[in-house]
């Protein structure tokens, strides 16, 4: 099935650990996105990448790195987890369509909570 | 700033129409999208509108005026699976989405 998996689905991280949120996708977007959602907020960009070799800063990009060596593959890495990074994480691609909408497709998130 | 507004909470009863309103004030604007996310799942997407007027897909309708800011999504013939949040998007003239906090329609039979 077409689409987007994220791993892991959930993860309990010590604060000051090392983390990697995986994502890859089939669909041969160009265009890549890492959000996070928090409760009472809308969706908010942390990285993206609109081709592969290629990566652009979000609203939110403290704390977060990224790497796009392919189409396929966007993982997003917390250097050293801090309370304030718990939240749900969404992958997320896009392609420009017919009509030019560039909808996003969603993996299923990965939820993260640092202790 | 940008901002994006849109009711929290909706309670509506199963059979019925509702309408879940969305304005937004961004810089420059490059079209408004509307998501359905069910609780504990990714969002997915709704409708997309560019142009004024109404924009209909089944029991779903979106509706845009960008001289007023305001956007509506609306459901007819409310069936309890419609429970989830509705986000609310803009994408600016940068082409980056601005995102509401979404509206959780409670649907009760």
């Known amino acids: 099935i077409a689409g987007i998996t994220q791993a892991p689905t959930s993860q309990i991280l010590a604060a000051g650990r090392r983390m990697t949120l995986r994502c890859t996708q089939d669909?041969?977007?160009?265009?890549m996105y890492w959000y996070r959602q928090d409760l009472g907020l809308g969706l908010r960009l942390i990285h993206y990448?609109?081709?592969?070799?290629?990566?652009g800063k979000g609203e939110v990009p403290d704390g977060y790195s990224v790497s796009r060596a392919n189409t396929d593959d966007f993982p997003l890495t917390l250097a050293s987890a801090v309370p304030s990074q718990t939240s749900v994480y969404f992958c997320?691609?896009?392609?420009?369509?017919?009509?030019?909408?560039?909808?996003?497709?969603f993996g299923a998130g990965s939820r993260l909570t640092v202790l | 700033g940008q901002n994006i507004d849109q009711p929290t909470e909706m309670t509506a009863t199963e059979g019925a129409i509702v309408q879940i309103n969305c304005t937004y004030q961004?810089?420059?604007?490059?079209?408004l999208f509307w998501y359905q996310q069910h609780a504990g799942e990714a969002p997915t997407f709704l409708s997309y509108?560019?142009l004024d007027g109404l924009e209909e897909k089944g029991r779903f309708s979106s509706f845009l005026s960008r001289s007023k800011g305001y956007s509506y999504l609306l459901l007819k013939e409310l069936q309890m699976k419609d429970s989830a949040s509705y986000l609310c998007?803009?994408?600016?003239?940068?082409?980056?989405?601005?995102w509401g906090a979404g509206t959780k329609l409670i649907i009760k039979p």
């Open positions: 997320a691609s896009s392609d420009e369509g017919a009509s030019g909408a560039n909808v996003l497709t």
């Open positions: 669909m041969r977007h160009n265009a």
């Open positions: 990448s609109n081709t592969a070799g290629t990566t």
């Open positions: 961004t810089s420059g604007f490059n079209g």
């Open positions: 509108n560019v």
């Open positions: 998007a803009v994408r600016d003239s940068n082409y980056q989405l601005i």
